[in-house]
Protein backbone atom coordinates (compact mmCIF):
# COMPACT_ATOMS: atom_id res chain seq x y z
CA UNK A 1 0.00 0.00 0.00
CA UNK A 2 2.59 2.44 1.24
CA UNK A 3 4.60 1.56 -2.18
CA UNK A 4 1.60 2.81 -4.13
CA UNK A 5 1.45 6.09 -2.57
CA UNK A 6 4.86 6.91 -3.41
CA UNK A 7 4.64 5.52 -6.46
CA UNK A 8 1.33 8.17 -7.38
CA UNK A 9 3.34 11.12 -5.61
CA UNK A 10 6.49 10.14 -8.17
CA UNK A 11 4.24 9.94 -11.04
CA UNK A 12 2.35 13.16 -9.85
CA UNK A 13 5.91 15.52 -9.38
CA UNK A 14 7.20 13.91 -13.36
CA UNK A 15 4.27 15.03 -15.01
CA UNK A 16 4.33 18.86 -13.06
CA UNK A 17 7.62 18.67 -14.11
CA UNK A 18 7.24 17.89 -18.07
CA UNK A 19 4.23 20.95 -17.85
CA UNK A 20 6.68 23.14 -16.68
CA UNK A 21 9.75 22.38 -19.32
CA UNK A 22 7.67 22.49 -22.53
CA UNK A 23 8.40 26.70 -22.91
CA UNK A 24 6.34 27.68 -20.22
CA UNK A 25 3.24 27.84 -22.47
CA UNK A 26 0.20 28.39 -20.31
CA UNK A 27 -3.42 28.42 -21.88
CA UNK A 28 -7.27 28.86 -21.44
CA UNK A 29 -10.16 28.48 -23.21
CA UNK A 30 -13.27 29.95 -22.40
CA UNK A 31 -16.89 29.97 -23.99
CA UNK A 32 -19.37 32.91 -24.41
CA UNK A 33 -22.69 32.29 -23.69
CA UNK A 34 -25.30 34.57 -25.13
CA UNK A 35 -26.85 37.36 -22.66
CA UNK A 36 -29.96 39.92 -22.75
CA UNK A 37 -31.77 37.73 -24.72
CA UNK A 38 -29.91 37.74 -27.81
CA UNK A 39 -27.95 34.99 -29.66
CA UNK A 40 -23.95 36.01 -29.51
CA UNK A 41 -22.08 33.20 -28.60
CA UNK A 42 -18.13 32.48 -29.36
CA UNK A 43 -14.95 31.31 -27.93
CA UNK A 44 -11.89 33.26 -26.73
CA UNK A 45 -8.55 32.07 -25.79
CA UNK A 46 -5.78 33.22 -23.73
CA UNK A 47 -2.01 31.90 -24.28
CA UNK A 48 0.85 33.26 -22.45
CA UNK A 49 4.34 33.03 -23.82
CA UNK A 50 7.17 34.72 -22.51
CA UNK A 51 5.50 37.08 -20.88
CA UNK A 52 2.81 37.74 -23.24
CA UNK A 53 -0.53 37.33 -23.47
CA UNK A 54 -2.60 36.64 -26.58
CA UNK A 55 -6.15 36.83 -26.38
CA UNK A 56 -8.14 35.76 -29.41
CA UNK A 57 -11.71 35.62 -29.41
CA UNK A 58 -14.09 34.78 -32.26
CA UNK A 59 -17.93 35.26 -32.17
CA UNK A 60 -21.24 34.96 -34.26
CA UNK A 61 -24.90 36.26 -33.72
CA UNK A 62 -24.00 39.94 -33.17
CA UNK A 63 -25.28 42.84 -35.05
CA UNK A 64 -23.34 44.09 -37.79
CA UNK A 65 -21.02 47.00 -37.34
CA UNK A 66 -18.88 48.19 -34.11
CA UNK A 67 -18.75 46.36 -30.34
CA UNK A 68 -16.83 46.64 -26.97
CA UNK A 69 -15.21 43.98 -26.17
CA UNK A 70 -13.71 44.34 -22.08
CA UNK A 71 -13.13 42.28 -19.24
CA UNK A 72 -14.82 42.87 -15.78
CA UNK A 73 -14.28 42.38 -12.15
CA UNK A 74 -16.07 39.13 -11.59
CA UNK A 75 -16.17 35.48 -13.98
CA UNK A 76 -19.96 35.78 -13.13
CA UNK A 77 -22.40 35.37 -15.53
CA UNK A 78 -25.30 34.31 -14.07
CA UNK A 79 -27.80 37.33 -14.08
CA UNK A 80 -29.40 37.25 -17.42
CA UNK A 81 -27.72 40.68 -18.53
CA UNK A 82 -24.54 39.65 -16.93
CA UNK A 83 -24.51 42.56 -14.71
CA UNK A 84 -23.34 40.50 -12.07
CA UNK A 85 -19.69 40.34 -13.33
CA UNK A 86 -19.28 43.70 -12.03
CA UNK A 87 -17.83 46.61 -13.70
CA UNK A 88 -14.55 47.20 -15.76
CA UNK A 89 -11.81 44.80 -13.86
CA UNK A 90 -9.77 48.43 -13.03
CA UNK A 91 -6.82 46.77 -10.09
CA UNK A 92 -4.49 49.71 -10.96
CA UNK A 93 -7.72 52.48 -10.50
CA UNK A 94 -6.84 53.93 -13.32
CA UNK A 95 -9.92 55.52 -15.94
CA UNK A 96 -11.51 54.18 -18.64
CA UNK A 97 -9.74 54.83 -21.64
CA UNK A 98 -8.20 53.63 -24.74
CA UNK A 99 -5.32 50.88 -24.39
CA UNK A 100 -2.09 52.57 -24.34
CA UNK A 101 -3.29 56.07 -23.77
CA UNK A 102 -2.06 57.85 -20.93
CA UNK A 103 -5.17 56.04 -18.64
CA UNK A 104 -6.97 53.11 -19.12
CA UNK A 105 -7.93 49.82 -17.01
CA UNK A 106 -6.59 46.43 -17.07
CA UNK A 107 -9.90 45.08 -18.67
CA UNK A 108 -10.08 47.73 -21.68
CA UNK A 109 -9.25 45.63 -24.65
CA UNK A 110 -11.36 47.87 -27.00
CA UNK A 111 -13.73 47.43 -30.00
CA UNK A 112 -13.94 44.65 -33.08
CA UNK A 113 -16.24 45.21 -35.80
CA UNK A 114 -18.97 42.53 -36.76
CA UNK A 115 -19.49 41.82 -40.22
CA UNK A 116 -22.97 41.46 -42.27
CA UNK A 117 -23.20 37.95 -41.17
CA UNK A 118 -23.05 38.86 -37.69
CA UNK A 119 -19.80 37.10 -36.97
CA UNK A 120 -16.38 39.30 -35.29
CA UNK A 121 -13.08 38.30 -34.43
CA UNK A 122 -10.52 40.29 -32.23
CA UNK A 123 -6.98 39.41 -31.33
CA UNK A 124 -4.71 41.38 -28.74
CA UNK A 125 -1.29 40.96 -27.31
CA UNK A 126 -0.16 42.41 -24.48
CA UNK A 127 2.49 41.91 -20.96
CA UNK A 128 0.24 43.67 -18.43
CA UNK A 129 -1.73 39.92 -18.00
CA UNK A 130 -0.64 36.89 -16.88
CA UNK A 131 -2.75 33.71 -16.60
CA UNK A 132 -2.64 32.29 -13.15
CA UNK A 133 0.64 34.49 -11.49
CA UNK A 134 -1.34 35.79 -8.96
CA UNK A 135 -0.37 39.50 -9.23
CA UNK A 136 -3.10 40.96 -8.77
CA UNK A 137 -2.55 43.95 -11.20
CA UNK A 138 -1.90 41.25 -13.89
CA UNK A 139 -3.93 38.17 -13.77
CA UNK A 140 -7.22 37.31 -15.57
CA UNK A 141 -7.93 34.33 -13.79
CA UNK A 142 -11.59 35.01 -11.54
CA UNK A 143 -12.26 37.68 -14.27
CA UNK A 144 -15.29 37.99 -16.80
CA UNK A 145 -15.16 38.80 -20.57
CA UNK A 146 -18.16 40.72 -21.70
CA UNK A 147 -19.07 41.51 -25.10
CA UNK A 148 -21.42 44.62 -25.40
CA UNK A 149 -24.37 45.82 -27.31
CA UNK A 150 -22.46 49.29 -28.71
CA UNK A 151 -19.41 50.55 -29.21
CA UNK A 152 -16.68 51.96 -26.17
CA UNK A 153 -16.14 55.55 -26.89
CA UNK A 154 -13.33 55.37 -24.38
CA UNK A 155 -14.24 58.71 -23.07
CA UNK A 156 -17.32 58.07 -21.04
CA UNK A 157 -16.72 56.97 -17.30
CA UNK A 158 -16.12 54.77 -16.36
CA UNK A 159 -18.08 52.19 -18.65
CA UNK A 160 -16.75 53.81 -21.95
CA UNK A 161 -21.01 54.06 -22.44
CA UNK A 162 -20.81 50.56 -24.80
CA UNK A 163 -24.61 49.49 -23.80
CA UNK A 164 -26.01 46.29 -22.86
CA UNK A 165 -23.92 43.43 -22.20
CA UNK A 166 -24.73 40.43 -25.15
CA UNK A 167 -22.10 37.53 -24.39
CA UNK A 168 -20.25 37.24 -20.89
CA UNK A 169 -17.60 34.03 -20.35
CA UNK A 170 -15.79 33.68 -17.09
CA UNK A 171 -12.15 33.66 -17.14
CA UNK A 172 -11.81 30.50 -15.08
CA UNK A 173 -9.68 27.65 -15.52
CU1 LIG B 1 -17.56 45.97 -20.68
ZN1 LIG C 1 -12.85 50.44 -18.78
Not at 19 to 24: E, L
Not at 51 to 56: Q, R
Not at 92 to 121: C, L, R
Request: hydrophobic fraction near 35%.
Amino acid sequence: MKKIIILTILTGATIFACKTASGGKNEIVVMLQPKSDTQVSGSATFVEKGGVVTFEANMKGLTPGEHAIHIHEKADCSAPDASSAGGHWNPTFKKHGKWGSAEYHKGDIGNFTADANGNGTIKFSTNEWCIGCGDATKDIIGKGLIVHKGTDDFTTQPTGNAGGRVACAGIIK
